[in-house]
């Protein structure tokens, strides 16, 4: 297309000023990366945990929240029959963090590995999640 102005003529392509088909929206954008990461995440801290405390008795993962910029992950972990107390097995969690971190480098083809935070798990599930 060839647009006049004055005396000098300017050409352009179309093909840069086409307006999209569909208006862009963030729904049609999200991507499920983060829900991924969290599976993954409850996964192979669930077997890591197996395997490190298998003699303080039953407990599970029950949910990993991670945040979109990977940099922090709190995982809920939910204690049944434990030969000591909550707050004592959280304690202890957390003190091997990093440990866990490492080990999840070693398992996992990430970039960035986040930084684990133990919780107990609440009675109420409805205080957990937003």
Known sequence: MIVTKGLRS?????????????????????????????????????NILQAEFRDLGIFSVMEAMTVADLSLSKIYIDTLKLKISDEEFCKRLNKKAPYFRQLLKKRLVSKKIPMLEFIIYPAEPEN???
């Not at 050409?11 to 991924?36: A, C, E, G, N, T």
């Open 10 to 46: 300017v050409s352009f392509s179309l093909k840069y000023f086409r307006i999209p088909k569909r208006v862009r929206d963030d729904r049609y954008y999200m991507s499920d990366r983060i829900p991924k990461v969290n599976k993954l995440l409850k996964q192979e801290i669930s």
């Open 128 to 130: 957990v999640l937003p």
